[in-house]
């Protein structure tokens, strides 16, 4: 038997992590100039009323650097039950349920994914627990690699007299090709487990449902860079677009129901490119919180000036 390998240096709690910078960083005038010259062969930022099926398959290949998915439930929800507390009257009518079998659906629209995507690109497909069968059946049919099966954790989950109350979502981060997808990673320490409240818009109008804002830019953050497109086939509440725009990322989008074009249009107008980027070395946790969290940390910086941040890395090229 082979003895254990050493590590070359002890591991010491939270040292690593006040060490820590991601592999690609932009300062705000650097991102934005990767947005405005990104150049695509057809017309992006913008919402496209139509099935997407019809959508993608208009779409030249290889043309999508990051794919997020939120599709229908297939569990006849339409966002107005009592148990959502919502006023129905905010909750715009129109929301497309599944017609037919779900399996069916599910390998229809993800077959179209493989195509449009870039070989570098990668995608994030969110599912409940109900259709989840389906939806692993048609990763493997389609051939995109499971990086990891995320597991995103909420605060609220309908009340249950006989089974555990769901509070859950699986995410499915995929990639066209496992030896060659784009990865940032912007933390030190990034868990497949997400605990992330949802988010509530009290009086505002809105569709049957909605991904938190932090859902959605941790996607963007770890698997796009400014400039790239971000793709949504079921654009819904136009989350991913107006976090796509305001991490400096161009969107493209399908969207089946008509009467939520006014919503969408005034969501994603509301937001100006870049106004939630800053550069990734800025959100990383300082050096005195890590400190007080962990004693080697304490010892690390004791008579040491501040952790100077290195310069950022990214260049924008792949």
């Known amino acids: 038997m082979k003895p254990a390998r050493k590590r070359k240096n002890p591991y010491e709690a939270g040292v690593a992590a006040l060490n820590f910078r991601p592999e690609q960083d932009w300062e705000v005038e650097q991102a934005r100039a990767m947005y405005t010259g990104a150049r695509f062969p057809f017309d992006v930022d913008r919402v496209v009323f139509a099935d997407c099926l019809e959508g993608m398959r208009r779409l030249p290949a290889g043309c999508v650097d990051l794919v997020i998915a939120d599709p229908p439930f297939g569990i006849e929800f339409d966002g107005k039950g009592s148990q959502y507390n919502r006023k129905d009257d905010l909750v715009v009518d129109g929301y497309k349920e599944v017609d037919g079998d779900y399996d069916r659906f599910t390998l229809a629209w993800m077959s179209e994914l493989p195509r449009i995507m870039k070989e570098t690109a990668s995608a994030y497909v969110f599912s409940g627990w109900t259709n989840l069968k389906d939806v692993l059946v048609a990763v493997d049919k389609v051939k ?19 089974k555990y109350v769901t509070s859950h979502y699986h995410v499915l981060f ?145």
């Open 144 to 162: 995109l690699a499971v990086i990891n099966h995320i597991i995103w954790k909420y605060q609220f989950g309908v009340f249950t007299q006989r």
């Open 174 to 318: 995929l990639a066209k090709n496992p030896g060659n997808y784009y990865f940032n990673k912007v933390e030190h320490y990034p868990l497949d487990t997400w605990d992330i409240p949802r988010t509530y818009r009290p009086g505002q109008e809105k569709n049957g449902t909605k991904l938190p804002e932090a859902v959605v830019y941790r996607c963007i953050d770890f698997s796009s860079q400014p400039g790239d497109l971000v793709f949504d086939p079921f654009m819904g509440n136009g989350t991913s677009a107006t976090c796509a725009k305001a991490r400096f990322r161009h969107f493209l989008g399908f969207e089946l129901n008509e009467k939520i074009r006014g919503m969408l249009e005034h969501n994603i107008g509301a937001v100006q490119a870049g106004d939630d980027y800053l550069p990734y070395r800025t959100m990383l946790p300082p050096a005195e919180e890590l400190a007080r969290r962990y004693p080697a940390v304490r010892k690390a910086l004791k008579g040491k000036p501040p952790h100077a941040a290195p310069p950022p890395n990214g260049d924008g090229e792949r």
